[in-house]
């Protein structure tokens, strides 16, 4: 148990619609890192939050969009779904994950969203 | 071309076998990860290196920065080794984490 947390685990949903999900880090880490893991393109940084503040950006489309709350869980949003989307969803967390400091990363085990 | 390349692809062995993973990344790293995904989906980190070689149990993970490679051994290999192990580089410069595509190993008894 890496001490991440995420809800829910599976997710069914239709085309068109929009979907909340949370990740509650461990407890001190201020890093929240969303991954997407697809069937075609493997696993893809998403985007990543520290203390509160987006820290980086990857691949995360335009109806995607995530926070960090003050408890320092993080929610990820998903809008005007569409089949492409679904896939396996992790949130990491880290101690710190300031730029040039590489930290040890605990995931989350995953939310799987099924978009039909 | 990507970024970070792993073979093989694709591994099977028999139980007790020495198991090499092998990963190669383009890119300026500050970090190099490997990842290992059991059939259910969790994903458990188990090395993170930025130099020379680390060592848990039976796994051992080297790295050679000037050659841009990294080696995943598994000694005496046990079917419930059997995952898909990923490589994963932190880009010195966005500090992202660039994914391989995995290997999948399977042990067989």
């Known amino acids: 148990d890496s001490g991440v947390t995420q809800t829910p685990k599976h997710l069914i949903t239709a085309t068109g619609q929009r979907v909340t999900l949370r990740c509650s880090p461990r407890s001190g880490d201020l890093s929240v890192y969303w991954y997407q893991q697809s069937l075609d393109q493997g696993l893809q940084f998403l985007i990543q939050?520290?203390?509160?503040?987006?820290?980086a950006k990857g691949n995360i489309l335009e109806r995607f969009s995530a926070q960090q709350f003050p408890d320092l869980h993080s929610e990820l949003n998903l809008s005007s779904l569409e089949l492409g989307d679904s896939a396996l969803y992790f949130c990491a967390s880290s101690p710190r994950g300031l730029a040039g400091v590489s930290n040890e990363q605990y995931f989350g085990p995953g939310t799987r969203l099924t978009v039909t | 071309k990507n970024e970070v390349e792993q073979s093989p692809q694709n591994l099977t062995a028999q139980e007790g076998e020495f198991i090499t993973i092998n990963c190669s990344y383009s890119v300026g790293i500050s970090a190099l990860h490997w990842l290992q995904q059991h059939p259910g989906g969790g994903i458990v980190s188990l090395f993170m290196?930025?130099?020379g070689k680390k060592k848990h149990g039976r796994l051992i993970a080297t790295i050679n920065i000037q050659e841009k490679h990294s080696s995943l051994h598994i000694t005496a290999s046990h079917p419930r080794d059997s995952a898909v192990y990923i490589c994963?580089?932190?880009?010195?410069?966005?500090?992202?984490?660039?994914f391989g595509t995995g290997t999948r190993l399977q042990v067989f008894p």
């Open positions: 994963a580089v932190r880009n010195g410069v966005t500090d992202k984490l660039i």
């Open positions: 290196l930025s130099s």
């Open positions: 939050y520290y203390n509160g503040e987006e820290r």
